[in-house]
């Protein structure tokens, strides 16, 4: 089984940048389809980026052209680096990972492995 551990939130004022970092416990992970979700308060867990084994990946729309997710397998880590980032972004963000190598969507019912999220605030 897959552990995940997200770090790299914080508080930081619109327009700034952020990375958050998710390390996988195992190197298995590399055959993996990731992603990054977020959950702001009252509202469903959202996708907002995924990549898969062979680099391919995926936004929300409401995302592209500010985050970029990307991965590390021979550090069994990845990434996610947002910029410009708008008030709107705020949440608690989730990484999370599936068995399987391609076809990754932003569902976050796919996702069978996740981390414990981290606090993303930003200010206006």
């Known amino acids: 089984q897959v552990q995940l551990a997200e770090s790299g939130g914080g508080s930081v004022q619109a327009g700034a940048s952020l990375t958050l970092s998710c390390a996988a416990s195992e190197s298995t992970y590399s055959s993996y389809c990731l992603g990054w979700f977020r959950q702001a308060p009252g509202q469903e867990r959202e996708g907002v980026a995924t990549?898969?084994?062979?680099?391919?990946?995926h936004y929300a729309d409401s995302v592209k052209g500010r985050f970029t997710i990307s991965r590390d397998d021979a550090n069994h880590t990845f990434f996610l680096q947002m910029n410009n980032l708008e008030p709107e972004d705020t949440g608690i963000y989730y990484c999370a990972a599936r068995p399987t190598r391609g076809g990754c969507g932003l569902e976050a019912a796919l996702y069978d492995y996740w981390g414990q999220g981290t606090q993303v605030t930003i200010s206006s």
């Open positions: 990549i898969d084994s062979d680099g391919y990946t």
